[in-house]
Protein backbone atom coordinates (compact mmCIF):
# COMPACT_ATOMS: atom_id res chain seq x y z
CA UNK A 1 0.00 0.00 0.00
CA UNK A 2 1.71 3.31 -0.55
CA UNK A 3 2.97 5.32 1.77
CA UNK A 4 0.31 8.61 2.91
CA UNK A 5 2.32 11.62 3.27
CA UNK A 6 0.47 13.19 5.97
CA UNK A 7 0.13 10.30 8.29
CA UNK A 8 3.68 9.67 7.75
CA UNK A 9 5.10 13.20 8.47
CA UNK A 10 2.91 13.19 11.70
CA UNK A 11 4.57 9.86 12.52
CA UNK A 12 7.70 10.21 11.89
CA UNK A 13 10.03 13.53 13.63
CA UNK A 14 10.68 15.96 10.91
CA UNK A 15 14.59 15.20 10.39
CA UNK A 16 13.64 11.63 10.14
CA UNK A 17 10.70 12.81 7.24
CA UNK A 18 13.45 14.90 5.80
CA UNK A 19 16.33 12.72 5.39
CA UNK A 20 13.89 10.33 3.60
CA UNK A 21 12.62 12.74 1.15
CA UNK A 22 16.40 13.88 0.80
CA UNK A 23 17.67 10.19 -0.26
CA UNK A 24 15.11 10.45 -2.64
CA UNK A 25 12.14 8.41 -1.32
CA UNK A 26 8.72 9.11 -2.61
CA UNK A 27 5.89 9.87 -0.32
CA UNK A 28 3.56 7.04 -2.76
CA UNK A 29 6.84 4.12 -2.85
CA UNK A 30 5.09 0.62 -2.80
CA UNK A 31 8.68 -0.85 -3.19
CA UNK A 32 8.72 -3.74 -0.48
CA UNK A 33 11.97 -5.40 -0.99
CA UNK A 34 15.49 -4.26 -2.31
CA UNK A 35 17.45 -7.09 -3.92
CA UNK A 36 21.31 -6.20 -4.36
CA UNK A 37 24.46 -7.86 -5.22
CA UNK A 38 27.94 -7.14 -3.65
CA UNK A 39 31.56 -8.12 -3.76
CA UNK A 40 34.05 -7.63 -1.59
CA UNK A 41 36.55 -8.93 1.06
CA UNK A 42 36.35 -10.04 5.04
CA UNK A 43 38.27 -11.75 7.73
CA UNK A 44 37.16 -15.63 8.89
CA UNK A 45 37.96 -14.39 12.26
CA UNK A 46 38.96 -11.16 13.81
CA UNK A 47 42.29 -11.73 14.67
CA UNK A 48 43.14 -13.10 11.17
CA UNK A 49 45.80 -11.12 9.10
CA UNK A 50 44.66 -12.56 5.41
CA UNK A 51 41.27 -11.53 3.57
CA UNK A 52 38.81 -13.37 2.16
CA UNK A 53 37.14 -12.71 -1.05
CA UNK A 54 33.44 -12.92 -1.43
CA UNK A 55 30.42 -12.50 -3.65
CA UNK A 56 27.18 -12.01 -2.19
CA UNK A 57 23.10 -11.39 -3.01
CA UNK A 58 21.03 -9.96 -0.16
CA UNK A 59 17.47 -8.86 0.11
CA UNK A 60 16.50 -6.19 2.59
CA UNK A 61 12.72 -5.52 3.41
CA UNK A 62 11.37 -2.15 3.69
CA UNK A 63 8.26 -3.21 5.79
CA UNK A 64 9.39 -5.00 8.56
CA UNK A 65 12.78 -5.55 9.71
CA UNK A 66 13.92 -8.81 8.21
CA UNK A 67 16.71 -9.34 5.26
CA UNK A 68 18.82 -12.14 4.22
CA UNK A 69 22.26 -12.09 3.06
CA UNK A 70 24.17 -14.96 1.53
CA UNK A 71 27.94 -15.20 0.35
CA UNK A 72 30.09 -17.69 -0.97
CA UNK A 73 34.28 -17.01 -0.37
CA UNK A 74 37.25 -18.68 -0.90
CA UNK A 75 38.69 -20.57 -3.40
CA UNK A 76 35.91 -21.59 -5.75
CA UNK A 77 33.16 -20.30 -3.36
CA UNK A 78 34.11 -23.32 -1.50
CA UNK A 79 32.46 -21.29 1.84
CA UNK A 80 28.92 -20.29 2.29
CA UNK A 81 27.58 -17.86 5.00
CA UNK A 82 24.20 -16.87 5.57
CA UNK A 83 23.52 -14.19 7.69
CA UNK A 84 19.49 -13.12 8.08
CA UNK A 85 16.64 -12.02 10.08
CA UNK A 86 13.13 -13.56 9.46
CA UNK A 87 10.06 -13.23 10.85
CA UNK A 88 12.09 -12.53 14.10
CA UNK A 89 14.39 -15.05 13.86
CA UNK A 90 18.24 -14.82 13.18
CA UNK A 91 20.07 -17.07 11.22
CA UNK A 92 23.81 -17.24 11.16
CA UNK A 93 25.58 -20.15 9.20
CA UNK A 94 28.98 -20.93 7.64
CA UNK A 95 29.46 -23.87 5.48
CA UNK A 96 32.37 -25.58 3.52
CA UNK A 97 31.25 -27.14 -0.07
CA UNK A 98 27.58 -26.11 1.35
CA UNK A 99 27.14 -28.80 3.04
CA UNK A 100 29.46 -28.91 6.24
CA UNK A 101 29.22 -26.88 8.58
CA UNK A 102 31.72 -24.40 9.80
CA UNK A 103 29.89 -22.35 12.45
CA UNK A 104 26.22 -22.07 13.51
CA UNK A 105 25.05 -19.73 15.69
CA UNK A 106 22.52 -20.32 18.76
CA UNK A 107 19.17 -18.97 18.12
CA UNK A 108 18.98 -16.47 21.15
CA UNK A 109 17.92 -12.97 21.82
CA UNK A 110 21.39 -11.61 21.58
CA UNK A 111 21.81 -13.14 18.02
CA UNK A 112 18.31 -11.24 17.24
CA UNK A 113 19.54 -8.37 18.75
CA UNK A 114 22.60 -8.20 16.50
CA UNK A 115 20.80 -9.06 13.65
CA UNK A 116 18.50 -6.21 14.10
CA UNK A 117 21.14 -4.18 14.32
CA UNK A 118 22.73 -4.83 10.98
CA UNK A 119 19.33 -4.09 9.78
CA UNK A 120 19.37 -0.58 11.34
CA UNK A 121 22.47 0.07 10.10
CA UNK A 122 21.80 -0.70 6.37
CA UNK A 123 18.90 1.34 5.92
CA UNK A 124 21.32 3.46 3.86
CA UNK A 125 20.58 0.56 1.28
CA UNK A 126 16.94 0.86 1.81
CA UNK A 127 15.71 3.83 2.38
CA UNK A 128 12.43 3.22 1.51
CA UNK A 129 12.20 1.69 4.92
CA UNK A 130 12.60 4.90 6.43
CA UNK A 131 9.28 5.83 5.61
CA UNK A 132 7.39 2.23 5.29
CA UNK A 133 8.50 0.23 8.01
CA UNK A 134 6.45 1.53 10.74
CA UNK A 135 7.98 -0.56 13.52
CA UNK A 136 11.15 1.90 13.66
CA UNK A 137 11.29 4.23 17.03
CA UNK A 138 13.12 7.24 16.05
CA UNK A 139 14.95 9.86 18.18
CA UNK A 140 16.71 13.08 17.02
CA UNK A 141 20.05 13.70 18.77
CA UNK A 142 21.54 16.55 16.76
CA UNK A 143 21.32 17.98 13.41
CA UNK A 144 23.63 15.41 12.07
CA UNK A 145 22.49 12.38 14.21
CA UNK A 146 19.86 10.42 14.30
CA UNK A 147 18.72 7.66 16.48
CA UNK A 148 16.84 4.28 15.43
CA UNK A 149 15.70 1.51 17.35
CA UNK A 150 13.23 -1.73 17.17
CA UNK A 151 12.23 -4.71 19.15
CA UNK A 152 11.31 -5.06 22.48
CA UNK A 153 12.50 -6.70 26.03
CA UNK A 154 15.68 -9.07 25.34
CA UNK A 155 16.17 -7.95 21.67
CA UNK A 156 15.51 -4.08 22.02
CA UNK A 157 17.77 -2.57 19.52
CA UNK A 158 19.39 0.62 18.62
CA UNK A 159 21.14 1.98 16.20
CA UNK A 160 22.88 5.80 16.00
CA UNK A 161 23.05 7.13 12.26
CA UNK A 162 25.32 10.18 11.13
CA UNK A 163 24.84 12.38 8.40
CA UNK A 164 27.36 13.84 6.13
CA UNK A 165 27.45 17.75 4.67
CA UNK A 166 24.62 16.49 2.31
CA UNK A 167 22.80 14.94 4.51
CA UNK A 168 23.50 11.57 3.44
CA UNK A 169 23.31 8.14 5.93
CA UNK A 170 27.72 7.88 6.49
CA UNK A 171 28.22 5.87 9.59
CA UNK A 172 26.05 3.36 12.11
CA UNK A 173 27.13 3.19 15.45
CA UNK A 174 26.02 0.46 18.09
CA UNK A 175 28.14 0.99 21.49
CA UNK A 176 26.88 -2.76 22.30
CA UNK A 177 26.39 -5.31 20.01
CA UNK A 178 26.87 -8.90 20.70
CA UNK A 179 29.91 -9.95 19.42
CA UNK A 180 28.86 -13.51 20.29
CA UNK A 181 25.28 -15.46 20.38
CA UNK A 182 26.36 -17.71 23.23
CA UNK A 183 27.08 -16.50 26.47
CA UNK A 184 29.32 -14.73 27.07
CA UNK A 185 27.47 -12.43 24.95
CA UNK A 186 30.59 -10.04 24.91
CA UNK A 187 28.55 -6.70 24.07
CA UNK A 188 31.21 -4.55 22.03
CA UNK A 189 31.45 -1.07 20.09
CA UNK A 190 30.69 -1.72 16.40
CA UNK A 191 30.85 0.70 13.30
CA UNK A 192 29.86 0.70 9.84
CA UNK A 193 30.76 3.26 7.16
CA UNK A 194 29.05 4.30 4.17
CA UNK A 195 30.71 6.00 1.06
CA UNK A 196 30.46 6.44 -2.68
CA UNK A 197 27.30 7.89 -2.79
CA UNK A 198 25.37 7.60 -6.96
CA UNK A 199 21.74 8.62 -7.60
CA UNK A 200 20.50 5.89 -9.36
CA UNK A 201 16.53 5.45 -9.69
CA UNK A 202 15.32 8.63 -8.25
CA UNK A 203 17.27 7.12 -4.95
CA UNK A 204 20.42 8.16 -3.30
CA UNK A 205 22.48 5.27 -2.49
CA UNK A 206 26.14 4.27 -1.28
CA UNK A 207 27.85 1.67 -3.26
CA UNK A 208 30.92 1.00 -0.91
CA UNK A 209 30.86 0.41 2.64
CA UNK A 210 32.63 -1.52 5.29
CA UNK A 211 32.47 -2.49 9.07
CA UNK A 212 34.23 -2.99 12.20
CA UNK A 213 34.61 -3.73 15.72
CA UNK A 214 35.95 -1.41 18.25
CA UNK A 215 38.22 -3.87 20.91
CA UNK A 216 40.27 -2.88 23.45
CA UNK A 217 40.61 0.92 21.87
CA UNK A 218 41.81 -0.27 18.72
CA UNK A 219 39.56 -0.92 15.78
CA UNK A 220 39.30 -3.73 13.71
CA UNK A 221 37.74 -4.01 10.39
CA UNK A 222 36.70 -6.90 9.73
CA UNK A 223 34.30 -6.73 6.36
CA UNK A 224 34.50 -4.39 2.85
CA UNK A 225 32.03 -4.65 0.24
CA UNK A 226 30.95 -2.28 -2.80
CA UNK A 227 27.09 -2.35 -4.38
CA UNK A 228 26.80 -4.41 -7.95
CA UNK A 229 23.79 -4.49 -8.61
CA UNK A 230 20.40 -2.83 -7.04
CA UNK A 231 16.68 -3.47 -7.69
CA UNK A 232 13.59 -2.81 -5.91
CA UNK A 233 9.85 -4.20 -6.42
CA UNK A 234 6.64 -4.54 -4.87
CA UNK A 235 5.57 -7.37 -3.46
CA UNK A 236 3.22 -8.15 -6.25
CA UNK A 237 5.80 -7.29 -9.85
CA UNK A 238 9.08 -8.10 -10.42
CA UNK A 239 12.21 -6.23 -10.14
CA UNK A 240 12.43 -2.61 -11.20
CA UNK A 241 15.01 0.24 -11.11
CA UNK A 242 17.68 -1.98 -10.91
CA UNK A 243 21.16 -1.79 -12.53
Not at 82 to 99: N, P, S
Not at 125 to 142: F, K
Request: proline share 6%.
Amino acid sequence: MPVNNDQDAARLPAAVHDLAIRLGVQPDDDRGVVRLTQTGRMKRSLDASSWLGFTATQTISTRACEFDWRANAGPFGMISARDALDHGEGHFDILALGVIPIARAEHTPALVRGELMRYLAELAWAPGAILLNTSLRWRVDGPDTLTVSAGGGETASEVILSLDGDGRIVGAFAPDRPRSAAAPFLPTPWRGRFSDYRLHGGLWLPFAGEVAWDIDGKEVVYWQGRIDQWAAQTRESGARDGI
